[in-house]
């Protein structure tokens, strides 16, 4: 089964700094990747996908960006976070027969002051 | 715009009785549906899911109901132990389709 790897847990930045999240997945091969942000007190929120190396959705516009380098890798970037970007980030997968179930890593909380 | 609903953002239930949780939903193409467990601090993990040529699928204590006709599914436990306290979240997928809409979660408290 799939392990999904998240780092750092915590993350407190001042605004206009940048940002890089990683995410990298063991135990499966070209998985679709996603990255979710849990804003307080609300559901999850989809930001990117991708379905293959150099292949990005987007479907929020916003000052974040995502990238696919490696098959098992996906990053979410900031050049500046606003505060509105601080929240709860969580990657997940999902691949093979068990496509339309999503599996999830610890998270990413980002607080940014 | 918000097509997947937890209308209930807590429930509290007793030890031993039965945790009833609701999810609604607004775009008819969605044929899967998930319930998700989060525990603070973690990501959420994969509870049960239900696919639309089925009204229930029980796995152990939990039980999923979808109603299509409604647009409504719901997570039933029985019986509710304190382990089960966390936040839960309903999800909704076009099958096989990469775009997965969350519900807002609902917090689940089990007192013993």
């Known amino acids: 089964s799939q392990t999904i790897h998240q780092w750092p847990a915590t993350l407190v930045q001042p605004v206009g700094s940048p940002l890089s999240l990683e995410c990298t997945v063991e135990?499966?091969?070209?998985?679709?990747l996603y990255w979710y942000r849990q804003a307080a007190g609300r559901g999850l929120q989809l930001l990117f996908y991708?379905?293959?190396?150099?292949?990005i959705s987007s479907e929020v516009p916003q000052n974040l960006s995502a990238s696919r380098p490696q098959d098992r890798q996906f990053i979410l970037s900031s050049k500046k976070l606003l505060l509105s970007d601080s929240g709860f980030y969580l990657c997940a997968c999902d691949r093979g027969r068990a496509k339309n179930i999503q599996y999830f890593g610890a998270g990413t909380r980002l607080s940014v002051l | 715009d918000q097509q997947v609903k937890q209308n209930s953002p807590s429930l509290s239930v007793q030890e031993g009785r039965i945790s009833i949780l609701n999810c609604d939903y607004t775009n008819s193409m969605f044929d899967y549906f998930l319930w998700y467990k989060k525990y603070p601090a973690e990501g959420p993990t994969f509870l049960i899911s239900i696919s639309s040529i089925k009204d229930k699928n029980e796995d152990g204590r939990f039980t999923v109901f979808l109603n299509k006709s409604a647009k409504h599914l719901s997570l039933h436990i029985v019986p509710s132990q304190p382990g089960d306290s966390a936040v839960y979240f309903c999800a909704a997928r076009i099958y096989n389709n990469n775009d997965m809409r969350f519900g807002a979660g609902t917090r689940l408290t089990v007192k013993p």
């Open positions: 135990g499966t091969s070209n998985p679709n």
């Open positions: 991708s379905v293959g190396i150099g292949q």
